[in-house]
């Protein structure tokens, strides 16, 4: 393709081209304006949008529906949590033909079971309203025990996104357990990198971006089906660098930066580069896990400030449903 066509195109759509586009926002509008294959919502997303005069009728219908429920206290606020999760992730899957991804309560991300009891009943609220469990990923963080509750969830047919992911450990741990989807988050590793060095990196020298390439290369060549989803990012650099990648995740003020960009795009990451890459095997049991996690400050800082950020906002969502029941 020629430079003069190219220069037609926004970087959006050539992107497009190359990787799956996601919008990373509990926004429907940015959704239908830039047209991303999947969605991918938190807590903190949420929690922002249905202070919005236009999302309060979905938390008012979240509530609603379990009016007459025999429930009570901070198991019907929870029940009424997980029915905003999937009433948002129905809107969403009217926007968008692909995926959702609806997260767990980050609360639980040392609990395996209660995550995969989450997971299973947020699938089971899907389908009680007629969404196909192929439709949703189910977001879980990137510890040990959320590896082991995904892996299960795996097992039993329902698909799993593995967020707050910030090393190479948690990433292999994740091909290992047949996860669907890593967000290995680009952004949070180039901010603490920065904070820690002073340095503004660009480009290929953004450590987050070498944290995927290293991710994607090592998946391709040995053909681990667990895809890989770039996601937290800071500029359009680090979208540009990561152009290839299976998907990536990308907020609504990015998604306008690109969409107004005519500069050309060049695939950076491909799986026939990968298999000649220079990556080798590796195995971790939950030892090795522990310990090669635990070498790495920035993914240790990272995953527990990930945690209790989301934690956070699942309180405050908790509040608001509370004032309101």
Not at 66 to 94: C, R, T, W, Y
Not at 197 to 206: L, M, N, P, Q, R
């Amino acid at each position: 393709m020629s430079t003069a066509t190219l220069e037609k195109v926004s970087q959006l759509e050539q992107l497009k081209r190359f990787t799956t586009v996601v919008a990373d926002t509990g926004d429907f509008e940015s959704m239908r304006a830039f047209k991303p294959q999947d969605a991918t919502t938190n807590p903190s997303l949420i929690f922002t949008a249905v202070q919005k005069p236009e999302y309060a009728p979905l938390l008012d219908k979240a509530i609603a529906d379990l009016k007459h429920s025999p429930l009570s206290g901070a198991v019907k606020v929870d029940a009424v949590m997980d029915n905003l999760l999937v009433q948002f992730g129905m809107e969403i899957l009217q926007i968008v033909p692909g995926r959702v991804s609806t997260e767990t309560d980050a609360r639980l991300s040392f609990d395996r079971g209660g995550s995969i009891d989450k997971g299973r009943r947020l699938i089971a609220i899907y389908e009680q309203n007629g969404i196909p469990r192929e439709r949703v990923l189910i977001k879980i963080a990137s510890t040990w025990e959320g590896i082991r509750a995904a892996e299960r969830l795996q097992q039993l047919g329902i698909n799993c996104n593995l967020t707050l992911l910030f090393s190479f450990p948690q990433a292999v741990a994740c091909a290992e357990a047949k996860v669907k989807l890593i967000s290995p988050f680009v952004g949070r590793i180039y901010d603490w990198y920065k904070a820690h060095t002073g340095k503004d990196y660009k480009g290929a020298e953004d450590p987050g971006v070498q944290s995927v390439n290293k991710i994607y290369n090592h998946y391709k060549k040995f053909g681990y089906q667990t895809e890989v989803m770039g996601a937290s990012f800071r500029n359009t650099s680090q979208i540009v660098y990561l152009a290839g990648s299976d998907l990536l995740t990308i907020s609504p003020n990015l998604l306008e930066e690109l969409s107004k960009s005519y500069d050309p795009i060049e695939r950076k990451l491909s799986v026939e580069a990968a298999k000649s890459s220079a990556e080798e095997k590796i195995s971790l049991d939950e030892k090795a896990f522990r310990f090669q996690f635990n070498e790495d400050p920035m993914a240790v800082d990272k995953t527990a400030e990930g945690i209790r950020k989301f934690s956070a906002d699942i309180v405050k969502l908790e509040k608001l449903i509370s004032s309101k029941l």
